[in-house]
């Protein structure tokens, strides 16, 4: 019944992080998202060393004008995902900030399984998973990429996925300078 409970509890967690993202922001002040993301490397490297993988980061200044803590979660979200969908052994997550045409620029990347490209916009959907993998899997809610896409529309930017070679995805948020 605990993990019940504690399951339902993140469940509505992210639903309401969902709902608040889908939103007009209600705090803009200035943001560094190198600062942003290296808060959110910290807080998921010891999941990531519990799980064998290995976190790199290459974080370059990338300022903007938007909701810190609403930022972090999505680039935790990204990090987490990448650990939880690795590699059984050995896995590595790249993360990288930084500024690129006028804009800035958050990539995440994972070593992992294969994941067909006619695949990927569906991971952005509420609920969805790879390989049909649906709201009884022990991994989570199937909420997290849902809400960095909210999160990331509602600082007017966007965010797309690609298969990586080898297997794993590269996610990459592309944010407006402000």
Not at 105 to 132: C, K, W
Request: aromatic residues 4%.
């Amino acid at each position: 019944l605990l993990e019940v409970n504690a399951r339902n509890e993140k469940l509505i967690e992210g639903l309401l992080l969902l709902a608040r993202s889908e939103r007009e922001l209600a705090v803009r002040k200035p943001v560094d998202v190198k600062e942003v993301a290296q808060t959110a490397v910290d807080q998921v490297t010891p999941f990531a060393e519990e799980h064998g993988v290995t976190i790199s980061t290459e974080l370059a200044e990338a300022p903007t004008i938007g909701d810190p803590v609403l930022l972090e979660r999505s680039v935790s979200n990204l990090l987490e995902n990448a650990v939880k969908y690795n590699l059984p052994e050995n896995g590595k997550v790249w993360i990288r900030t930084g500024m690129m045409g006028g804009g800035l620029v958050v990539q995440v990347a994972n070593t992992g399984q294969h994941v067909p490209a006619y695949e990927v916009n569906s991971l952005f959907e509420p609920f969805r998973r790879l390989n049909a993998d649906r709201v009884d899997s022990a991994k989570g809610a199937g909420l997290g990429l849902s809400i960095v896409r909210a999160v990331v529309q509602a600082h007017g930017g966007n965010v797309n996925a690609v298969p990586r070679e080898g297997g794993g995805l590269v996610v990459t948020i592309r944010l407006p300078r402000r």
